[in-house]
């Protein structure tokens, strides 16, 4: 069911930031906040599990959310995503393919969500559809691609300090356990690693 009223201004929210690339004229608005839906996803709660195929992308108006995969038949944190940004794994998406990733609420989260037709038609019946396409999907192509192979390219060192560089903002809310899941260590190597880290920029 679309979004008919927006309470705690999530569309005009995706609406300010896809109007940081392009100015939406009027009906492109329109067209925007019927083809969203809202979502609220619990903390704990899956957005999306390995084997199935994702149906949607959303907008996280509200909360944090991790991408993890298994290696080695463990899970490996890869990225954190805040509010304001665009949660899905593209390559299932677009292609309707099983997806290898799993997202996660590790807060409970407010969503807006779009599934694949209705996004398809924003895209070739809007004048800016392309420009939409840009916010919506693009960012979120690259960073999977980036994370992904940083997983297996980096040191641990250099997970954590990426840890440090990209997540400073939110650092404070993301739970111990699961920075140590994206630096690929156990707590008590963490608990090292920060130390040495904190004596090397002291």
């Known amino acids: 069911m679309a979004l008919n009223n927006d309470p705690n201004g999530m569309m005009s929210d995706l609406l300010k930031l896809i109007g940081q690339i392009v100015e939406l004229e009027h009906e492109e608005v329109a067209l925007i906040t019927k083809s969203f839906s809202s979502k609220i996803l619990a903390k704990g709660e899956f957005f999306l599990q390995s084997e199935d195929v994702n149906e949607h992308v959303a907008y996280l ?51 807006l969500i779009i599934d694949h037709a209705d996004l ?29 192979l940083a997983i297996y390219m980096q040191s641990h060192e250099e997970r954590y300090r990426n840890f440090v560089r990209h997540y400073s903002d939110i650092a404070q809310r993301i739970p111990q356990y699961l920075i140590a899941s994206y630096v690929g260590v156990k707590a008590p190597s ?4 920060r130390r040495r880290f904190a004596k090397g920029i002291s």
């Open 61 to 111: 108006a509200k909360g944090l959310v991790r991408y993890f995969v298994y290696k080695d038949e463990e899970e490996s944190t890869f990225e954190f995503t805040k509010e304001g940004e665009f949660i899905a794994d593209y390559q299932s998406f677009n292609h309707k393919t099983p997806s290898k990733q799993n997202i996660q609420a590790i807060e409970d989260c407010e969503l």
């Open 190 to 193: 963490l608990s090292r690693i």
């Open 120 to 148: 398809q038609n924003i895209f070739h019946t809007t004048k800016h559809g392309n420009l939409i396409g840009r916010v919506i999907i693009e960012h979120r192509f690259d960073i999977m691609v980036n994370q992904l």
